[in-house]
């Protein structure tokens, strides 16, 4: 994907929920420069633990979860950040203004170009 869209273009893959999980998994390949997880699914319906894919990640992350939000949280890492969105589930519809204001912030730095 870098190819494509050239080298000093910064790419941040992103996504929700099972979106972020493709996101987590193809973002060394797509050579981005940040990840981004909407309600990232931890855990499956059936129990199935996900947390290596996220664990996977190497470039700095940004994780929104919901603190009601049944399928799992994950800690922060030394590359991740995990914003706790209060009240909102896996939907995480609840907390839009946040989650624009947190990922934002969160982008400014990561996209700034090096001086």
Same mark, same amino acid.
């Given at each position: 994907a870098q190819d494509a869209i050239g080298e000093d273009v @910064? *790419? #941040? %893959?992103?996504? +929700? $929920? $099972?979106? @972020?999980r493709v996101a987590a998994r193809t973002s060394a390949r797509?050579?981005?420069c940040g990840y981004l997880a909407l309600a990232f699914p931890l855990v499956s319906p059936r129990g199935v633990t996900r947390v290596a894919e996220l664990d996977a990640v190497a470039v700095p992350a940004l994780v929104l979860q919901g603190d009601r939000d049944p399928f799992g949280m994950r800690d922060p @890492?030394? +590359? +991740?950040? %995990?914003? #706790? *969105?209060v009240g909102a589930d896996h939907s995480l519809r609840s907390r839009v203004g946040e989650i624009h204001a947190v990922t934002t912030a969160w982008l400014g730095p990561l996209l700034r170009p090096p001086v």
């Open positions: @910064a *790419l #941040v %893959v992103g996504g +929700r $929920s $099972s979106g @972020a797509t050579g981005a @890492a030394e +590359r +991740r950040i %995990v914003h #706790v *969105l």
